[in-house]
């Protein structure tokens, strides 16, 4: 565990070097004057750089166990010339970690790999997971859990009969621990259909060691999730079940800024759906409560909202969407457009009835080609919230999501930012201030 102390108000650098990153994430305990200590995760290279503005003195407690050095240098008269070099784009990622505390993780600074992440954590930020906000603490923080051994997991439920069915679609095998850490938290008995792109044995045997009951489904690589969903669906294999909750392998892309939305996108989902025992059983028993409730999903992923507009929602699937509505006798100026991004819900198995009008096959999904958007699969994404509308139900978020932190930069709330320059020329002293 290492530490730093502000002892006093004024302008700080914070160094952080790091030995084998598990992430792009450190996490700090702040401790500010005047403010209730606070858990935080901060964006981290190999080696990274924060400007640190206290208007009071803080203590700042690392408990990133791959953090070999963690160290403060306040700034001086002689550091002024390089603080005018300012870059607005490194303090939109500002974290207010306390009254009148701040933090700037100068990312730009570090080649190619520090623009990747600053990239990212932009992107998230259009998403409603800025820095600071208790949306990424939550997804980053619950990855401690999922990454510590799994000791102690309970024996599955297998008798009873079952009110609720999981489909799960992985096309990345490797993400099942994943699934399988919170899966095997849920004390009621359920059901668990599994669909993949390729036979693989021992996938198979890590499913069966956990769900011996669970059936695992090979199809083609259409549609990617929504395809075998809709194929399951059609078979009447979820029929005999009162409500489904649907799931994927979330993965944006392989590498780039993309790549860490996903991660979040999918474990936020998770957190969300099926992130404890309690959340799933708060689920089943609103829908139990509310008889004409037919949907429920991911608030954060719910579009359009504050941070993701009609326009962009939309995308390039407009057509193909309300194409599909029409079948459905939905006209186009009657639909409105509200669905879970990622097509990641729980539901009652009544609102798929609607969808056999369509009369859907494999065939009319495309082969996996890597295209983002305007594929058929990505109209359905958005067809599903409007399902339930079509029996006389509606849809709801299962949690209330957090707003942006009113610490973030905001355009046009600040006229002149001091943001340093390259990471060599801060003048760092060889003894760390701590």
């Not at 609103?286 to 962009?312: A, C, K, T, W, Y």
Request: net charge positive; proline share 7%; hydrophobic share 40%.
């Amino acid at each position: 565990m290492k530490e730093a102390t502000a002892e006093n108000p004024g302008i700080y650098i914070l160094f952080v070097r790091r030995g084998l990153p598990t992430g792009p994430f450190i996490c700090v305990n702040v401790e500010p004057a005047g403010s209730a200590p606070r858990r935080i995760v901060m964006p981290a290279l190999a080696r990274t750089y924060y400007l640190l503005s206290a208007k009071a003195p803080a203590r700042l407690v690392c408990e990133s166990k791959d953090v070999e050095r963690f160290r403060l240098h306040r700034i001086g008269f002689g550091d002024l010339p390089v603080l005018v070099r300012a870059r607005i784009k490194d303090w939109r990622l500002q974290m207010k970690i306390g009254e009148g505390v701040k933090i700037v993780p100068l990312l730009r600074s570090f080649g190619s790999e520090g623009m990747v992440l600053a990239r990212s954590m932009k992107l998230l930020r259009q998403w409603g997971f800025g820095p600071s906000t208790q949306n990424l603490n939550d997804v980053v923080l619950s990855e401690e859990a999922t990454s510590s051994p799994q000791n102690g997991l309970r024996p599955i439920q297998t008798e009873g009969n079952p009110k609720f069915v999981i489909i799960l679609h992985l096309y990345f095998r490797k993400l099942w621990s994943e699934f399988e850490f919170y899966l095997r938290r849920i004390q009621h008995p359920f059901h668990l259909i599994i669909t993949t792109t390729e036979k693989d044995d021992l996938f198979q045997e890590k499913v069966r060691r956990g769900f011996p009951n669970a059936e695992i489904l090979l199809f083609e690589n259409r549609g990617r999730d929504v395809g075998p969903f809709i194929q399951v669906a059609s078979e009447g294999r979820l029929d005999r079940f009162d409500y489904f909750c649907k799931l994927h392998g979330k993965q944006s892309a392989a590498a780039g800024p993309r790549a860490m939305l996903g991660e979040v996108w999918r474990k936020a989902t998770i957190l969300d759906l099926i992130g404890s025992d309690q959340q799933v059983m708060r689920i089943l028993q609103r829908f139990q409560s509310v008889p004409n409730l037919g949907m429920i999903g991911p608030s954060r992923f719910r579009l359009p909202n504050e941070f993701i507009q009609h326009r962009d929602a939309w995308a390039a699937n407009k057509a193909t969407t309300l194409r599909l509505a029409s079948r459905l006798g939905i006209e186009p100026d009657e639909f409105r457009l509200d669905f879970f991004a990622g097509s990641m819900f729980w539901a009652r198995t009544a609102v798929l009835q609607p969808l056999r009008a369509l009369n859907l096959s494999p065939t009319d999904f495309p082969m996996e080609n890597g295209t983002v958007d305007g594929d058929i699969h990505h109209a359905l994404e958005r067809l599903f919230g409007a399902l339930p509308e079509t029996i006389g139900m509606f849809i709801e978020g299962a949690r209330k999501e957090s707003k942006v932190d009113p610490g973030e930069y905001q355009p046009g709330s600040i006229s002149i930012i001091p943001i340093l320059g390259k990471s060599d020329s801060l003048g760092i002293p060889k003894s760390p201030v701590t």
